[in-house]
């Protein structure tokens, strides 16, 4: 290779490096997003520890804290958002017209829901499984025992076809009673109309513990019959959105894994002398500009909503009304699935 040639070449390399540094734009989604001043999150009509509103209409949840994590890191208010309720039938709907900017419902990631409804899926936020709960009077052990009987399930979703697909692989003859909505099936089942309930046991343990008259009357039974990895969608088209979105959950993830908490942060951004931490907190490297955002977005985030591990014992924990084991969820250094990219 010749003199010229070899100039053309750095040339094209160092280009490229330029390129790759390069601040991002934030997207059409956040310009939307800041001109109104608030975020829209679609979520659930009411799931407690996922997102439910009290009588004052204060929302919690997982999935509302993701939101809130999210509005944290792009506007710094976790404050400003506005949540939409949306039902199993019309959550894919409401993203797609753009009503709302983030679906965080409680959503299981499917190859059809990313590859054919011009959504995008982010990063999982709560590793699930559908399950089934029982009277204990009935005094069924195992869901083999369901052969020939009735289970509520809800329509539009995936557990609908999960019980199916279960039903005809172990010949068990299930009788599926479909329901449109969340509170007809937990009516027909608490009246008796069917033998057992399926839909993610976390949701299981959710409906037993607000709905139940005595939630010790109903077990949710030890099968798992599917995966169900829940998170955020976007929609398909901006991906400068998509970016902030999984990389805010990634985050909350990372600042978890390197003891990073909402009563900490402050005191971390000054004392450490972990380049790391001090990378994830913006105070030895400007992450926040790839992302079109400032050098403190995690920092806010997590400020916010506490990290992982905090948003999950607050609001699905043993020490939460559902009480809901880690397990899965757990980082995988302490025996779970849960892992971030690194930010770097």
Known sequence: ?????????????LALGTLAAAPAHAGKTVDAIKARGQVICGVHTGLAGFSAADSSGKWTGIDVDMCR???AATLGDAEKVKYVPLSAQAR?????????????????????????????????????????????????????QLKGQTVCVQSGTTTEK????????????????VFEKLEAVEGAYFSGRCVAYTTDASGLASVRNKSAKNPADHIILPELISKE????????????????????????????????????????????KD???????????????????DKEWLARAIKATGNYGQIFER??????????????????????IQYAPPIR
């Open 69 to 71: 994590a999210v509005a």
């Open 229 to 272: 990895p829940l998170g955020p969608l976007v929609r398909r088209g901006d991906e400068d959105w998509a970016a902030i979105v999984k990389w805010t959950i990634f985050g909350l993830l990372e600042a978890e894994e390197y003891g990073i908490t909402s009563a900490n942060v402050d005191d971390l951004k000054v004392n450490t």
């Open 315 to 336: 609001n699905v924990g043993p020490k939460s009304d559902l009480q809901l084991p880690r397990g899965l969820n757990n980082l995988w250094n302490k025996g779970g």
């Open 162 to 177: 999960n019980l199916t697909d279960y039903s005809k692989a172990n010949g068990l003859a299930i009788k599926p009673v």
């Open 275 to 293: 380049p790391a931490i001090g990378r994830l907190l913006g105070t030895t490297e400007d992450t926040g500009k790839l992302l079109g955002l």
């Open 92 to 144: 894919f709907t409401a993203l797609q017209s753009g009503e709302i900017d983030i679906l965080s419902r409680n959503t299981t990631f499917t190859l059809t829901r990313d590859a054919s409804l011009g959504l995008s899926q982010t990063a999982v936020t709560y590793y699930d499984g559908q399950g089934f709960m029982v009277p204990v009077k009935n005094k069924i052990k195992s869901a083999k």
């Open 1 to 13: 290779m010749n003199l010229k040639s070899l100039k053309t070449v750095a040339a094209a390399v």
